[in-house]
């Protein structure tokens, strides 16, 4: 299997704010073809430091790619650099020169006498058609290698990678391609996760199964290989569906979509309407929810009732509770709940209230203790959660559990 | 002035989802005394690429740093190949093996064989302590180069460079100091700000000056070099008080600090309650406000009235207004944040109403259109906004420019 090496240039991906991410995007067309990239360059605008990387790369990898530099400006040194590089002249093209006069008047303008340079090719490289831009890009082949020269802006490298480079590439790695496919995952542990589902994928080598936790999201990728993509997706589909067998309900998207987004479709479908009633996190739900273009469709009413005073005025939670309980409490929850359906005259109403830190904790009730509530037609009651984490994780965890528990109740997937 | 190559070492950095960002803390570091980045390598657990990287590296660049790769595991590869870049051996040291044993005693394990890979140092190359980690670093010097060989974890890599390589580079680059400070600016377009202050900063060379628009915020940068931190914070101060002259009330902070925490502080100090009503953004204000710890001083209640009918029962807002003058209305802005104050009893409310699309807008108020409304004791009044941008970054955006208005009240830097 050939592999690949990325050259990002650009002195501005050599500060402190700025980072390459053509690579990463790349990176990811390359694997699912099932080449791998072995080794990323981050060079300025230094044609002695890039010459030197097009060189060594292009001595040792099969595919190498670099982004950025093709502008019409003095920093702009790729062309002329990777020319370089591979002991080849640069050779100017008039046809090239004639496109880019036709796109400059196209917008009204005089093409400028610098953009003049990006007519011209590495000698014996097939010219890629920008047509979102003014630099062509290059792809030059030398003794079964490919060297590809690509712009730097992600709208004008992404087309052109796809309609130009992936098929050489694709025929380059004996046209395999590798397909993923991921399990979103809410309210399961990693090793409880992996002890459901580690007996099922073990037995696969293809696909290949990772689980990926971030802080907010835990996520069960399948990665297969076949001759055809169909191939690929169907060898996918089966362990997946394996898989979701033993998770269940935990399982809240096949494929990527977020929790609102599943949330808000859920609702939409079975045209229901929504209030929600928030503390702790101050309008996170609400805020989520009405991400979704279309949530006015089911999203009535948010209440963040952050005060006491406000949770008994808006919501009728009653003073004594408050007093009896404290604000979190699982009587204050289903009463914050109960109150905002009651008033917002929606079919469902969910409520949070919670210390999410980093003060306000106690022995009894440490930060991280949050109460959801949960009321509709026929039911009013709230879930404890003691959640791990700093304030933004707690929000954020609170206002997923909150959500996942809409999500279960009308989808019938839990109890209660 | 010396430079700097960074190689970050991990196959996991060649994969679609994940980037280096040490190199980026890194840099930032390095900058601060005055040494750029030239070349930055990532490459995956693979000797041969890495050995050659290094010691490229080490050919042309006074400062070479490596992160990652330090580890017990046989991935691990940087101690044994950054040896083999530079023609050293690795040297056994029994103080080190010494207290990677008592690190793990402290925790109650025996230390496991594998482990003792890590006493291992570069003939003559300094170890550095990592008082977070079991992976030491090590500093090798060479003819008035060093290479640097520092392990992944942020937490680990931070502390160790900052307290053994900073000075050694300090020291490298004459002790020259290089400070950063910028002004987080609003409500101002890129080329009516250039105006403004091009002729302030482009009469001094140092500070350097640079402003860097992102979708949501605009923040004008100052860079300044002395010989010691004092001198090069006094240059910027001085320039930034001409230029933060000059942009008067458009400046909310000088220090890094966001919008909501400009505007929950000032709050606070002023001992002034807030209620919140949005229809647009849908609870991002209220949810802004509360991400600042503490933010019930002043956060009283938020109202997300999504609905016409949640406009009119919660805050009163007439139906007769809504229906002559639409939801979308100066009217309605109005009179939801006089019935928010109202209602939830606060000193000051402001209101949100708009159209974010993508759906929703026509001839006459097309997406984009967006009132913020405000009330106070003594007035109660509205602004249109007419905001580009998707649906997300107009949602953003207006939320920015309820706040700055609740700050520019009072913080009395504005008339109405």
Aim: with cysteine.
């Amino acid at each position: 299997m050939p592999v690949a090496e990325i050259i990002a240039v650009g002195t501005e991906l050599l500060t402190p704010n700025k980072s390459d991410t053509n690579s990463l995007w790349l990176t990811s067309r390359l694997n699912e073809c099932g080449v791998e990239v072995k080794l990323k360059t981050i060079v300025g605008d230094d044609s002695l430091r890039l010459e030197e990387a097009v060189r060594d790369a292009f001595g040792r990898s099969e595919i190498v790619i670099t982004t950025g530099g093709l502008g019409p400006t003095e920093d702009d040194i790729t062309r002329k650099t990777t020319a370089e590089a591979v002991d080849r002249d640069l050779v100017f093209h008039q046809e090239l020169l004639d496109d880019l006069r036709r796109k400059f008047k196209k917008f009204g303008y005089e093409m400028p006498e610098k953009n003049r340079q990006q007519a011209f090719l590495i000698d014996g490289a097939e010219s890629l058609p920008n047509p979102n831009g003014s630099a062509v890009g290059m792809l030059f082949r030398s003794n079964g290698r490919i060297l590809v020269v690509l712009p730097g802006p992600p709208r004008e490298l992404k087309p052109m990678f796809d309609e130009y480079v992936w098929p050489v590439v694709s025929d380059m790695a004996g046209g395999v391609v590798v397909v993923r496919k991921s399990l979103r995952v809410t309210g399961l542990g990693e090793s409880r996760l992996d002890e459901l589902i580690a007996p099922i994928y073990t037995k696969y080598e293809n696909p290949a199964t990772s689980t990926l936790f971030s802080k907010t999201d835990i996520e069960v990728q399948f990665t297969a290989t076949a001759s055809t993509a169909d191939a690929a997706k169907a060898l996918n589909e089966k362990l997946a569906h394996e898989v979701a067998g033993v998770l269940g309900a935990a399982v809240f998207s096949d494929d990527g979509e977020s929790m609102e987004v599943v949330v808000g479709r859920a609702l939409s479908e079975k045209k229901l309407t929504l209030a929600v009633a928030e503390s702790c996190t101050g309008g996170l739900v609400a805020k989520r929810l009405t991400d979704i273009p279309g949530s006015s469709d089911f999203m009535v009413e948010g209440f963040v009732t952050y005060s006491n005073d406000a949770k008994t005025e808006r919501l009728g939670v009653p003073k004594m509770a408050i007093d009896k309980h404290g604000a979190v409490s699982a009587e204050v929850a289903e009463a914050m709940a109960a109150g905002a359906r009651d008033r917002a005259g929606s079919d469902i109403a969910v409520s949070i209230t919670g210390i999410a830190g980093p003060g306000g904790g106690s022995r009894e009730k440490p930060v991280g203790t949050v109460y959801i509530g949960f009321a509709d037609r026929d039911s009013c009651f709230s879930r404890l959660l003691n959640l791990p984490g700093d304030r933004d994780l707690i929000r954020w965890r609170s206002s997923q559990a909150a959500l996942d528990l809409i999500r279960r109740r009308i989808m019938n997937r839990d109890g209660k």
